[in-house]
């Protein structure tokens, strides 16, 4: 079966760091587009970045470039999501995602995506 697992996430101040992990399983991971999406409270879900497992190209919502990174161990079948100056706007349920298509077709847009994980909570306060 298809699993995404996400970990990393947790309490930290305005301005520290996380890194979120996508653990995947079920399906072959060089084929697959990973995206990762967040929503917070009351809030439409958004795309935050992706990545292409097979070439590593990558995408990212303006609000986050310059600040996340995101990455790939093709070895672990893993994604991860490195979250820099952190802002409170960042806090939100963190979502990973995949896709069996292009990352140049799919980006961001969340219908595009097939299997999803549980999500982790990231906060950010003061």
């Known amino acids: 079966e298809v699993q995404l697992v996400e970990s990393g996430g947790g309490f930290v101040q305005v301005g520290g760091s996380l890194r979120l992990s996508c653990a995947t399983s079920?399906?072959?991971?060089?084929?697959?587009?990973i995206g990762w999406f967040r929503q917070a409270p009351g809030k439409e879900r958004e795309g935050v970045s992706c990545?292409?497992?097979?070439?590593?190209?990558?995408y990212y919502t303006d609000s986050v470039k310059g600040r996340f990174t995101i990455s790939s161990d093709n070895a672990k079948n893993t994604v991860y999501l490195q979250m820099n100056s952190l802002k409170p706007e960042d806090t939100a349920v963190y979502y990973c995602?995949?896709?069996?298509?292009?990352?140049?077709?799919?980006?961001?847009?969340?219908?595009?995506?097939?299997?999803w994980g549980q999500g982790t909570q990231v906060t950010v306060s003061s």
């Open positions: 995602a995949a896709s069996y298509g292009p990352v140049q077709t799919i980006l961001l847009h969340s219908a595009g995506y097939d299997y």
């Open positions: 079920g399906f072959t991971f060089d084929d697959y587009t």
């Open positions: 990545i292409s497992s097979s070439d590593g190209e990558t």
